[in-house]
């Protein structure tokens, strides 16, 4: 529980001017709100001189039933700086706890996040978030807001992830302030929007769990349940039955990051949502050169979330989480029991253990699908990893552009090696390559694979454009420069149809530029 009193910050021109207009499409509904107040603070975003558009996501707005003009009405730049608070919102903040980096951290929450409102639309329920509003009483030593480096990565990112089929919460638009944020040095401020059915994280768990506040976990699990898990309820243990599905959808996310790339770099189970998305982008990268031990978080020394830990973290989280939800199956008067507490724990393992199976069977069906294979023979997964083992050995070793590769492997022949240039000269030991090509044919013909047709199939599955940290850079530096929102608006067309062929665009499908080597991400944002 949040024992800090509620903060009103002061309230801007809905105190004081003309009604907001700007109307939502759709009706609100309460959602997180119906769960009462020891979940969150309600309070207003806190206002920033002199805001300005930056962008607009089309296909975030069309979410809301919106086009993208709508960023020329006159209400919604005000109403998404959080300057003027409409009367559709209800605005909050959540409170939650969390381990950060494996270790305890204690009460954290929306420390710079502010609900507005969740709109019931015809494509479901979103809640809509102001990200870097304001202080709030889970602000702690920090400021509550939000610079216009991270707030753009964030945006194109949400809306990258998304167009590549990647769970995700959404971005509708960025709004900047000239006001000024300090962070290693001075920024200005922006404020995202973002979208998500829910924004609930495994930390909320933790976060009265560690409360020992049992019946508020169990309204928060019932809440997660009746909105977004109805199946379980079905189950004779839905709060076994709810572990269970996180840890599926988990599973399936992690796999889809690792094979389009996608290192998320503060796996903290704050960051974690209970949905399975992809939620909070700060030091994310996507890989470049193919390095299994990338580190795309400069502040993570230890490498704990290196892109090839992402799955062993996910699950390690997860105990986190089934740590918490454990008093819903196992009451506290039976904890000293031993006994009691063993089948509890065994309970919770049961639900985790579909985990490992789930991970395994959608890494090989991403992977399958990028190399254009069907499923072995006797669908056994294990066949084809001789053939994936080496392959990453390979792209490792070489250090090989991991987009680039995927991409290039489209084309290649069944049966005519003499085809392979494009891909085959990404490697600098061609043999190498030409030593695991082959073995790659022997299967493709194995299975009497029709090249024409594979290639459609691996073309949409293995993108040609992601977000590499120096085109996200690149769109920063005129942003910040030159106030040019150019780049951003067209990077974020260009990201938003990956797996097209896009001539006017082929430089950002190219090899990062030399300088792209010296970029430094961190958890500062
Ligand atoms: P993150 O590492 O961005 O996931 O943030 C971890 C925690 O710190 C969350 O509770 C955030 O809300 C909070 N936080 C991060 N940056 C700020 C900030 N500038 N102002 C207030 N809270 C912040
Ligand atoms: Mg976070």
């Known amino acids: 529980m949040p024992d800090t009193p509620p903060r009103q ?44 558009l930056v962008s607009v996501a089309p296909a975030a707005a069309a979410l809301l039933g919106w086009d993208a ?133 495994f930390g909320h768990f933790e976060h009265f769990a560690a409360h020992d506040d049992v019946a508020a976990l169990r309204k928060l699990a019932d809440f997660v349940i009746d909105n977004f898990m109805p199946a379980c309820r079905d189950d004779s243990q839905p709060y076994q039955a709810l572990l269970r599905e996180v840890s599926l959808r988990t599973a399936d996310l992690i796999a889809h990051w690792q094979a389009v790339g996608f290192c998320h770099g503060v796996m903290n189970t704050d960051n974690m949502s209970i949905l399975g998305l992809t939620i909070d982008y700060g030091p994310f990268g ?11 978080n400069h502040s993570d020394t230890q490498g704990r979330y290196a892109y090839s830990q992402q799955p062993q973290v996910a699950f390690w989280n997860l105990h986190c989480l089934a740590q918490a939800l454990l008093p819903l199956w196992l009451p506290p008067e039976q904890t000293d029991q031993e006994g009691a507490r063993d089948a509890a724990v065994e309970a919770a393992r049961a639900a985790l253990d579909p985990f490992r199976e789930r991970y395994a069977a959608a890494f090989f069906r991403h992977y399958r699908a990028k190399l254009g294979l069907r499923p072995p023979a006797g669908g056994d997964d294990k066949a084809d990893e001789p053939l994936l083992t080496s392959l990453f050995q390979l792209l490792h070793g070489q250090r090989v552009d991991y987009t680039l590769f995927w991409r290039k492997l489209c084309g290649i022949s069944s049966t005519d090696a003499s085809r392979d240039a494009p891909v085959r000269d990404l490697f600098l030991d061609r043999a190498a390559f030409d030593a695991w090509v082959a073995d790659y044919r022997v299967r493709l013909r194995a299975e009497q694979s029709h090249d024409a047709v594979r290639e459609l199939e691996m073309l949409a599955v293995n993108p040609k454009y992601v977000l590499r940290n120096h085109l996200a850079e690149t769109a920063i530096r005129r942003a910040r420069e030159d106030k040019d929102f150019s780049e951003v608006d067209r990077l974020l067309a260009v990201l938003s149809r990956p797996f097209d062929e896009q001539p006017e665009a082929e430089h950002y499908a190219a090899l990062p530029p030399d300088w792209a080597a010296g970029l430094e991400v961190s958890c500062s944002s």
């Open 286 to 296: 996507f890989l470049d050169a193919f390095d299994a031990n990338h580190i795309c």
């Open 9 to 52: 910050a002061p309230q801007s021109a809905a105190d004081t001017a003309t009604p907001v207009t700007l109307p939502l499409p759709f009706p609100t509904a309460s959602g997180f709100a119906e769960l009462g107040p020891q979940f969150f603070t309600r309070l207003h975003p806190t206002p920033l001189p002199s805001p300005y």
């Open 69 to 201: 003009s709508v960023g020329s009405q006159p209400d919604f730049i005000d109403t998404f700086i959080g300057n003027q608070v409409p009367d559709w919102a209800d605005p909050l903040a959540t409170v939650y706890s969390g381990h950060q980096f494996g270790v305890w951290a204690g009460q954290l929450g929306d420390g710079r996040a502010i609900r507005l409102a969740q709109a019931q639309t015809d494509t479901g329920p979103w809640e809509i978030q102001l990200k870097g509003a304001g202080l709030t009483p889970y602000s702690r030593m920090a400021d509550g807001r939000a610079v216009l480096r991270s707030s753009i990565r964030e945006y194109l990112c949400s809306e990258a992830m998304a167009a590549l089929g990647v769970p995700t919460t959404r971005a509708l638009s960025i709004m900047g302030s000239d006001a000024p944020v300090r962070r290693e040095t001075i920024e200005t401020a922006a404020v995202v929007t973002r979208l998500s059915p829910t924004f609930i994280r």
